[in-house]
């Protein structure tokens, strides 16, 4: 059994910060790669930024320069800072790692519960 427990969403106004917290826990024999997704109400869940193992990492267009993806690896953790906070950013926001567990041949995807985050004045 693996976990994903997200936190850091909420209010905030345009042009302010937030940072998003997630941690894996359970079984888990490798972490790959972990992001974060958002989904806006009547829109589909798109990539937001993605991290691997090694570093590496990947962002929407829309967040470029102004969100920062990075993880603790002996943690098992993925942060998002969000600066520059626009009301588009307004949606719920998904935690994915993808983890492979003791025994198992091929790693998995998991997700989190999702963390609301509001830009509004």
């Known amino acids: 059994q693996v976990q994903l427990v997200e936190s850091g969403g909420g209010l905030v106004q345009p042009g302010g910060s937030l940072r998003l917290s997630c941690a894996a826990s359970?079984?888990?024999?490798?972490?790959?790669?972990m992001g974060w997704y958002r989904q806006a109400p009547g829109k589909q869940r798109e990539l937001v930024a993605r991290?691997?193992?090694?570093?590496?990492?990947n962002y929407a267009d829309s967040v470029k320069g102004r969100f920062t993806i990075s993880r603790d690896n002996a943690k098992n953790t993925v942060y998002l800072q969000m600066n520059s906070l626009n009301s588009e950013d307004t949606a719920v926001y998904y935690c994915n790692a993808n983890l492979r567990s003791p025994g198992s041949i091929r790693a998995t995807d998991y997700w989190g519960q999702g963390t609301q985050v509001t830009v509004s004045s």
């Open positions: 359970g079984s888990i024999f490798s972490n790959n790669a």
């Open positions: 991290i691997t193992s090694g570093g590496r990492t």
